[in-house]
T-cell receptor, first 113, second 108 residues
Framework: KAGVTQTPRYLIKTRGQQVTLSCSPISGHRSVSWYQQTPGQGLQFLFEYFSETQRNKGNFPGRFSGRQFSNSRSEMNVSTLELGDSALYLC????????????FGSGTRLTVV | GIQVEQSPPDLILQEGANSTLRCNFSDSVNNLQWFHQNPWGQLINLFYIPSGTKQNGRLSATTVATERYSLLYISSSQTTDSGVYFCAVDQGAQKLVFGQGTRLTINP
């Protein structure tokens, strides 16, 4: 079956702009979570959605937001981009999000110039 | 919050060698996974192993939950095993906490 699909793979944006990233989970998986990976901070949790509800949120500013649709697809949005937002953004899906393994997508590499 | 420490940070080996990667965590966990990050950035799931031992080909993993550590064994290393290996834990809060990774380099 198809894995976790993230689009786009690469993105270049200018400071001050906003960006929307998309994640389609494995069919049947209702939990979607997002992570940011940077060389300095490593992999950090952004937020997790289950059945269109945000269940947990990491320690990121309000410029980072997300949502989940009824088909479990999720989007994350970053507004007023800063240079420090340049990172690899990874999405993971899980069957239930509790006591289940996570499967990751290929990621979106965002560069802010 | 929970702390996850991986060792060693870097490991350089010759093809054919065996390796052991360690992951220590500071509190009890519901879930522990080992991932291999490929050159394109994707995290490939190796093992879901909150406790016990599992094997998959040349790779095996053991988690001793009562002592809060997990080990990943790679036998007869190949150059394609190169990359960064991450350990990540979940305490039931629907989020993974990652270690800083071990960068493995296998030279031909």
């Amino acid at each position: 079956k198809a894995g976790v699909t993230q689009t786009p793979r690469y993105l270049i944006k200018t400071r001050g702009q906003q960006v929307t990233l998309s994640c389609s989970p494995i069919s049947g998986h209702r939990s979607v979570s997002w992570y940011q990976q940077t060389p300095g901070q490593g992999l950090q949790f952004l937020f997790e959605y289950f059945s269109e509800t945000q269940r947990n949120k990491g320690n990121f500013p309000g410029r980072f937001s997300g949502r989940q649709f009824s088909n479990s697809r999720s989007e994350m949005n970053v507004s007023t981009l800063e240079l420090g937002d340049s990172a690899l953004y990874l999405c993971a899906s899980s069957l239930q999000g509790r006591g289940s393994g996570y499967t990751f997508g290929s990621g979106t590499r965002l560069t802010v110039v | 919050g929970i702390q996850v420490e991986q060792s060693p940070p870097d490991l350089i080996l010759q093809e054919g060698a065996n390796s052991t990667l360690r992951c220590n965590f500071s509190d009890s966990v519901n879930n522990l996974q080992w991932f291999h990050q490929n050159p394109w950035g994707q995290l490939i799931n190796l093992f879901y192993i909150p406790s016990g031992t599992k094997q998959n080909g040349r790779l095996s993993a053991t988690t001793v939950a009562t002592e809060r550590y997990s080990l990943l064994y790679i036998s007869s290393s190949q150059t394609t095993d190169s990359g960064v290996y991450f350990c990540a834990v979940d305490q039931g809060a629907q989020k993974l906490v990652f270690g800083q990774g071990t960068r493995l380099t296998i030279n031909p």
